[in-house]
């Protein structure tokens, strides 16, 4: 299954400033995603990224506020944009798996914390 | 409510002793994946049963579903401390512009002491 570099794994941030997140993969993918999980909850879905053509995001997420690029079909960033403590979570991305019975993998997280 | 709800919420036990979860879910699968997740930390894959399979084992897990029912658990046998973490279970949407998604249940934080 495919390996995931997630960079910064944490990171703490002033409030109206954005942080762009890096998800490279060590392998080809088509479909990579963008999840949020904020504190003591699951995992909510921001975003689809597909490799040239724009991300779909979910309701409740909009591409001023969460900026995507997938440039390649190894590597995505995600922008947290004009940040309010609100934005306080871990950030993660995950690929589909290819062919058989494995699960989805994921990247080890961003913890952003907003002041 | 959410795709995917898990009980209990949180689960305290001795090592050696056996942790079962439940998750339900609302819409047709095509298989549902369980997860843990160390100290808010990346997801770890554990184990997926499809919507045909009853029941799977893998080492010290085992995974039932019951599509009539809508529900799926896992069980730990001979749970160590290092079991400890979040555990998730989670469903793919199968089709249309939402293909791949995954939907998570909220989890079931499992403690093990020692």
């Known amino acids: 299954s495919a390996v995931i570099s997630q960079k910064p794994s944490r990171d703490i941030c002033q409030r109206g400033t954005s942080l762009t997140i890096q998800c490279q993969v060590d392998?080809?993918?088509?479909?990579m995603f963008w999840y949020r999980q904020q504190p003591g909850q699951s995992l909510t879905l921001i975003a689809t990224a597909n490799q040239g053509s724009e991300a779909t995001y979910e309701s409740g997420f909009v591409i001023d506020k969460f900026p995507i690029s997938r440039p390649n079909l190894t590597f995505s960033t995600l922008t947290v944009s004009n940040m309010s403590p609100e934005d306080s979570s871990i950030y993660l991305c995950?690929?589909?798996?290819?062919?058989?019975?494995?699960?989805?993998?994921f990247g080890s997280g961003t913890r952003l914390t907003v002041v | 409510s959410q795709q995917g709800e898990e009980d209990p919420q949180a689960l305290s036990i001795q090592e050696g002793e056996n942790a079962t979860m439940n998750c339900s879910y609302k819409?047709?699968?095509?298989?549902l994946q369980w997860y843990r997740q160390n100290s808010g930390r990346g997801l770890v894959h554990l184990i997926l049963i499809r919507s045909n399979e009853r029941e799977k084992h893998s080492g010290r897990l085992r995974v039932t579903l019951d599509t009539s029912k809508k529900s799926s658990s896992l069980l730990i046998t001979a749970s160590r401390a290092a079991d400890t973490a979040s555990y998730f279970c989670a469903t793919p949407t199968t089709g249309g512009t939402s293909y791949g998604k995954l939907t998570f249940g909220q989890g079931t934080i499992l403690t093990v002491h020692p």
């Open positions: 995950s690929v589909i798996p290819g062919q058989g019975s494995y699960g989805y993998t």
């Open positions: 819409t047709s699968i095509n298989n």
């Open positions: 392998s080809q993918v088509t479909m």
